[in-house]
């Protein structure tokens, strides 16, 4: 199995990005979707786990891209933060980039709010904002390719 965390949002909470990292030691891979650019520099600076991010609305002079295309656990993903392509109004440009891209899992923050929706062949997956609420996702990819979604939350 592989795991991978996603935050998004986390807006200077890095005791919380912190802890989502300390409660997975199993994850492979950090997904970061923007709006905290330095928070996953500084906290992982001593970290093993691997970590991709692309830039937020607020990552001012950022030198990370605006949207990513990787492999994980042999399936084909999409991430951006989502402010491009208006997810706060709805997710139809969001979807039609992932889906063009061939991707079967597309990642996005900017709203929020946590979100986990299978449409026709893509997950379309929002792990909501780390600073506000303490919401995550956690993807796990099986030996056969199958996908699943867990959005979770932080303890205070």
Do not use: W
Not at 85 to 102: E, H, I, P, Q, T
Request: with cysteine; net charge negative; hydrophobic share 40%.
């Amino acid at each position: 199995m592989f795991r991978m965390l996603v935050v998004s949002d986390t807006h200077g909470d890095r005791r919380s990005l912190q802890e989502v990292i300390d409660t997975h030691p199993e994850a492979s891979l950090l997904v970061h979707l923007g709006d905290g650019a330095s928070d996953l520099t500084a906290v992982t600076e001593f970290c093993a786990v691997r970590t991709l991010q692309v830039a937020g609305n607020c990552d001012f002079a950022s030198q990370h891209p605006d949207d990513a295309e990787f492999r994980f656990g042999g399936q084909l993903f999409f991430a951006a933060h989502g402010h491009h392509y208006g997810v706060k109004y709805d997710l139809y440009r969001f979807s039609c980039a992932a889906r063009s891209r061939g991707a079967r899992v597309a990642l996005f923050g900017h709203t929020h709010q946590p979100l986990s929706v299978y449409d026709d062949g893509l997950y379309l997956v929002n792990p909501g904002s780390l600073s506000h609420g303490g919401a995550y996702a956690m993807i796990d990819i099986d030996a056969n390719g199958g996908i699943a979604v867990n959005l979770a939350r932080l303890r205070y």
